[in-house]
T-cell receptor, first 112, second 112 residues
């Protein structure tokens, strides 16, 4: 049982490039979310999904797109990377346990 | 903006001592959770306390919740070097999507 899998683990982009951070879970969880973690800022919610075909914005959605075509996958797209998007990105999923989150190992992204 | 704010930001203790971290939040909650993050890893759920509960235990962890003061505390008894990590509180709002909002965290160092 893999849990929540994020790929890649590390990525370096140039300003203006686009990329997709992948997230997959095998726990049949309805809820999935993306957070970014910056030093001294804790985790901030980017986008979340309460089921396939349903997504919504979190606290810091600008510059990011998401879609949820299957229960298992929730990719995060950076449309035109900016240095301000240098961060560690975490994907999480949750089932019926009142919001208990299961986190992936994170993707460390640097935008030059 | 963060819902929960942890205090202190950093805590350094000796092995065998107790560690207490506090969390204050601003609006009503369905539940409050505590997570642990080891350096370079994803967050791991530790314990959840519902809004109608006042205290909960799990092994060496004790969590209290005071909804009148909008605050919670996490006590780790008889700390070990392996408890060295960052600890985050997260709040889930009532009637919503069960997506938690995280605080900035407390960095705990336990010296052997």
């Amino acid at each position: 049982n893999a849990g929540v899998t994020q790929t890649p683990k590390f990525q370096v982009l140039k300003t203006g490039q686009s990329m997709t951070l992948q997230c997959a879970q095998d726990m049949n969880h309805e809820y999935m979310s993306w957070y970014r973690q910056d030093p001294g800022m804790g985790l901030r919610l980017i986008h979340y999904s309460v089921g396939a075909g349903i997504t919504d914005q979190g606290e810091v959605p600008n510059g990011y797109n998401v879609s949820r075509s299957t229960t298992e996958d929730f990719p995060l797209r950076l449309l035109s990377a900016a240095p301000s998007q240098t961060s560690v990105y975490f994907c999480a999923s949750s089932g019926t346990e009142r919001g208990i989150q299961y986190f992936g190992a994170g993707t460390r992204l640097s935008v030059l | 903006s963060q819902q929960g704010e942890e205090d202190p930001q950093a805590l350094s203790i000796q092995e065998g001592e107790n560690a207490t971290m506090n969390c204050s939040y601003k609006t009503s909650i369905n539940n409050l959770q505590w997570y642990r993050q080891n350096s370079g890893r994803g967050l791991v759920h530790l314990i959840l306390i519902r809004s109608n509960e006042r205290e909960k235990h799990s092994g060496r962890l004790r969590v209290t919740l005071d909804t009148s003061k909008k605050s919670s505390s996490l006590l780790i008894t008889a700390s070990r070097a392996a408890d060295t990590a960052s600890y985050f509180c997260a709040t889930v709002a009532p009637g919503g999507s069960y997506i938690p909002t995280f605080g900035r965290g407390t960095s705990l160092i336990v010296h052997p």
